[in-house]
């Protein structure tokens, strides 16, 4: 599938099934009314505060192991490039996504032990203030960066094998995923990122913008809503990134040339 027709697809996937987009919607902003009792807890009631914050704490990371099994059902669907919306299951949803956060573990433990290697080695080089020292760790510096780079690509491809092949083993076979990462293109990959990154981008200066506004309105209404309109927004680009990066993977599976 051609890259510009998975962008298209994708921004429109949501709209497919406008009620299961409320409903993620509804779990989103769940997450946002988390966050707005957690913290107009602390301005009420110093007394209350640790036990709401660990009950909310608890709640959150359910809701967001949720998200993470739907959001593997949504690759999975788009691997075969299927145009149909998964339904919500949550005890399905939650079991899928505990294996995507071991899935994240490993792959955080292989990227963090690379580069705390390489970022050892940079930074003595660096210490030795010598011309060559300094333009080697430079070099080592920059290979890190994109190993770690790539190393996170791999990690989007192992969630597609997890969700495409239904099984850990399949996800956790590193050298495939790489392979499949480079069947797909780092290219593509990048523009991938780029795309999805100026989306999260957009969310982060939104939020900033909340954050501000809340600062000079102290207004519980006007902070709920702020809230919601920034996690209504992430719910979207959610979808969209997950539907995304499930069709690249289907050129995987069907074996096409972007």
């Known amino acids: 599938m ?17 009620k299961q987009f409320g409903l993620v919607l509804l779990v989103f902003l769940l997450l946002g009314i988390i966050l707005f009792g957690s913290f107009f807890s602390i301005r009420a009631s110093a007394g209350i505060t640790p036990v709401i914050m660990a009950v909310s704490f608890i709640i959150a990371l359910i809701v967001l192991v949720l998200v993470g099994g739907y959001q593997l059902d949504i690759i999975g669907i788009a691997c075969e490039q299927d145009d149909d919306v998964p339904l919500f299951d949550p005890v399905k949803n939650i079991k899928d996504g505990l294996k995507v ?12 032990l690379i580069s705390f290697v390489g970022l050892f ?5 660096f210490s030795t203030r010598e011309v ?15 190993v770690s780079v790539i190393v996170n690509w791999t990690f989007s491809m192992s969630l597609c094998r997890l969700a495409y092949h239904n099984s850990l083993d399949e996800a956790l076979r590193i050298r ?8 797909i293109g780092l290219l593509n990959m990048l523009i991938y990122v780029i795309v999805f990154g100026i989306l999260f981008a957009v969310i982060l200066f939104i939020t900033l913008m909340v954050a501000a506004l809340v600062a000079s309105v102290s207004n519980a209404f006007v902070y709920l809503i702020a809230i919601m309109i920034v996690f209504a927004i992430l719910s979207y680009v959610v979808i969209v990134s997950s539907r995304a990066i499930g069709l690249l993977y289907s050129n995987v599976v069907f074996n096409f040339e972007i």
């Open 176 to 183: 495939e995923a790489y392979q499949d990462l480079r069947t």
């Open 2 to 18: 051609e890259l510009s027709g998975i962008i298209k697809d994708s921004f429109k996937y949501p709209f497919i099934d406008k």
């Open 132 to 146: 060559i020292g300094v333009a080697v760790g430079i070099i080592i510096y920059l290979v890190v960066l994109i």
């Open 101 to 112: 956060i071991l899935v994240y573990l490993v792959f955080y433990i292989l990227n963090g």
């Open 121 to 125: 080695a940079a930074f003595a080089l």
